[in-house]
């Protein structure tokens, strides 16, 4: 087959992945308003687990939306590693404001491995009162019904873990803009399709539900205490013992930082080069998904300006189909219905973030510095200096277990 055919047969490939996706979309998002007056009345006593490293953009209205539970009982615990931690002030305020409210805040945490958030989540486990638990990052907020959207599905004793989709909330500058413009559609498609196709076994950061017994099973958080992806950890880990991963669309929104193109790019980095450590083979297949790119060698190796038209019109109709379906009609996100038309450039910016993580495996996280070896996180050299011989020996073993 002529060169040019094989562009041109390859570049249909992300034109079917997005119609995958509206497939998936569609019918998962219709199933749920369906679904939607049909509430639960399975409500256990929920345990939410913050681990907090630093102060995000609006934490105060963040901390308190989880205090704004429409029900019946639950606690909110809080772990820090350091009692300087900007956060404190804030947690503290919010303890302070709901004295009826069962709220904790630890400080420090043993270490069991080289991630603080799951050192700190390890010690947030021992201290929750009950066995139903709920875990989401700092810069989570979320709407009064979220605890019962979430802790509905457990009443199947089948289900191990729920997660959930999630909708953006900007803070300003262009590098907000196209993280919030794309960020809640790109993990929605692929999680719906992934839904459709396979059934969920992963969970995503935005929330990780499980409970006791089910995280004991997997021999708790100390067990992959070093990991990167800690998320797509657990859920791989609880769906291997049979469990379901329960997929959720509550009202859950995360609210970005004020970014710069340049802080965008190094976000969207360091999520890649963890996607590329724990699935390189999803990694990989990330290339023939690229609609922009394709479409641009399409346009190259078409043979008439009517091709062309063809190529072009089909990515643009399509590409924004999934930013109106999914973004804007299913998860009612107010960033995506303002910037949907930035599809193209977060594209082109994807591309990039995509080759450059095939060179690189360095990561910034809240200030410190690691390298992802085979999905461990191993302190870069300055931060080796004085770290427990213990925790280094369990580095070393997990990476060879990889």
């Not at 998002?29 to 929920?46: D, G, I, L, T």
């Not at 205090?67 to 919010?94: A, G, M, T």
């Not at 797509?232 to 609880?238: A, D, P």
């Not at 969207?268 to 922009?292: C, D, K, N, Q, Y």
Request: with cysteine; net charge positive; aromatic share 12%.
């Amino acid at each position: 087959m002529p060169f040019r055919e094989v562009i041109l047969a390859l570049a249909l490939g992300p034109f079917i992945f997005y119609l995958m996706v509206l497939w998936a979309g569609m019918f998962c998002f219709r199933k749920e308003r369906r679904n939607a007056c049909c509430s639960s009345r399975y409500a256990p006593p929920v345990s939410i687990l913050k681990p907090v490293r630093g102060l995000d953009r609006e934490a105060y209205e963040n901390f308190v939306s989880f205090c704004h539970q429409d029900y019946p009982e639950y606690e909110v615990l809080f772990c820090v590693s350091s009692l300087n931690d900007p956060s404190v002030p804030v947690i503290e305020r919010v303890k302070n404001e709901f004295p009826g409210l069962r709220i904790r805040l630890l400080i420090g945490a043993p270490a069991a491995g080289t991630s603080d958030k799951l050192n700190n989540l390890c010690r947030l486990v021992k201290e929750a009162r009950y066995d139903l638990l709920v875990i989401s990052d700092s810069d989570i907020r979320v709407g009064p019904h979220y605890l019962r959207d979430v802790a509905a599905p457990f009443v199947d004793p089948g289900v191990g873990a729920v997660t959930v989709l999630f909708r953006s909330q900007i803070g300003g500058g262009f590098g907000s803009a196209l993280d919030g413009a794309g960020s809640a559609v790109e993990f929605a498609s692929h999680a719906l399709l992934a839904q459709r196709l396979e059934g969920i076994r992963f969970t995503l950061g935005f929330t990780m539900a499980t409970t006791k017994s089910r995280l004991a099973e997997i021999g708790g958080f100390e067990a992959f205490a070093s990991h990167y992806v800690d998320d797509y950890e657990l859920g791989r880990r609880i769906a291997q013992r049979g469990y379901r991963i329960e997929l959720v669309s509550a009202n859950v929104s995360m609210v970005y930082a004020r970014e710069t193109v340049w802080e965008f790019l190094r976000h969207e980095l360091r999520w890649t080069i963890g996607l590329r450590s724990v699935r390189p083979g999803g990694h990989a297949a990330m290339g023939f998904t690229f609609g922009l790119a394709w479409t641009l060698l399409a346009v190259v190796a078409a043979p008439s300006t009517m091709v062309r038209a063809v190529y072009i019109l089909a990515y643009l109709l399509l590409r924004f189909g999934v930013y109106v379906a999914v973004g804007i009609w299913g998860l009612r996100d107010e960033a995506v219905k303002r910037f949907w038309w930035l599809a193209p450039v977060r594209d082109l910016a994807a591309v990039g973030v995509w080759l450059a993580s095939f060179f690189t495996n360095r990561i910034s996280w809240r200030g410190s510095q690691f390298r992802v070896q085979k999905g461990i996180l191993v302190p870069c050299r300055a931060e080796r200096v004085g770290m427990p011989e213990e925790i280094a020996s369990r580095v070393g073993a997990a990476v060879r277990e990889q």
